[in-house]
């Protein structure tokens, strides 16, 4: 822990906690926000506490306590959070423990242009009836979560391929502005296994229409992962699965013109660098004396 600088961001004393309280000491990392990109949060000398969640930008997490007492938390800052500044909370229940102003920065992910065939652009009736269902189901899949924290440990690639579709570009196609990539694209071949990132549970095996057919992990607590264009899974869902795990093939299934892996991972609905979340995670690990 003493290796990484901390970047203290607020000290907060008696204007918001009761004197009883005494002063909780709030450090975030980094100290920059960006739209996208995860930050560790640690907050001490919170007293006793049972139920800690952090909300930032309308969205709440929950804290857990690391093996030195402090409390720690993931601030997943969705890419879609408009730069500016934002009030980080930490509260126990109705008790807020302390509070820090945090600025957002913009971050520019790059711009992808593609020109296609307008009829390309149009869906069938019965295609948009397909996407409409797959819509539904990942929703759902989303609002199924573990109360525990099925994980445990630094989360992993779920294959070595480079990237060859960085998480957030903007994408224009025929100069119409489409969703930014939510994920990373991971060269791969067809065929190769893919890993479970972490430990966690099956929540939804479909074959969809943009996404090919797709697995989403549910790793407990609002927290999951998401691997696309599949050509087969190895998995039944409501499965449980361990870290590393195989639990399905590269594949070209879906809108693609290629076989890759699409992978992405959800924070309580917020959007993050799969891969930034790889490398946080290892230390949140860390902090949680996870072994
Ligand atoms: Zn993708």
Redesign the pocket.
């Known amino acids: 822990m003493s290796v990484w600088s901390w970047a203290v961001v607020v000290l907060l004393a008696c204007l918001l906690a009761p004197p009883s309280a005494g002063a909780a000491v709030l450090l975030v990392q980094p100290q920059t926000l960006e739209p996208g990109q995860p930050a560790l949060v640690r907050v001490c000398r919170t007293g006793k506490t049972s139920h800690a969640r952090l909300s930032f930008a309308g969205r709440e997490w929950r804290l857990w306590r690391g093996s030195d007492g402090c409390l720690y938390g993931v601030l997943p800052v969705d890419l879609g959070v408009r730069p500016g500044h934002y009030l980080l909370r930490i509260k126990d229940g109705s008790r807020q423990l302390a509070a820090a102003r945090l600025a957002v920065r913009a971050r520019d992910y790059g711009v992808r242009r593609i020109t296609v065939d307008p009829k390309f652009m149009e869906l069938t009736p019965e295609q948009l009836a397909w996407y409409k269902r797959d819509v539904a189901a990942i929703k759902a899949a989303y609002a199924r979560t573990a109360a525990q924290r099925l994980w445990r440990g630094g989360f992993r690639r779920p294959l070595g391929g480079k990237v060859v ?1 960085p998480f957030g570009r903007r994408s224009l196609i025929n100069g119409q502005e489409r969703s930014p ?5 991971l060269r791969a071949k067809k065929g190769e296994p893919i890993r479970a990132v972490a430990a966690g549970r099956v929540v939804m095996l479909r074959d969809t229409f943009f996404g090919g057919k797709m697995i989403i992990l549910d790793h407990g607590q609002a927290l999951y992962s998401r691997y ?2 599949l050509s087969a899974a190895l998995v039944r869902p409501g499965q449980k699965v361990a870290r590393g795990q195989v639990i399905g093939r590269v594949g070209a299934t879906g809108r ?1 013109t290629g076989p ?1 892996l ?3 991972v959800r924070f309580g609905g917020a959007r993050v660098d799969p891969l930034g979340w790889i490398k946080l995670s290892g230390r949140l690990a860390e902090m949680l004396g996870d072994k």
């Open positions: 579709g990539h939510g994920g990373v694209d696309l264009h693609v890759h699409h992978f992405d």
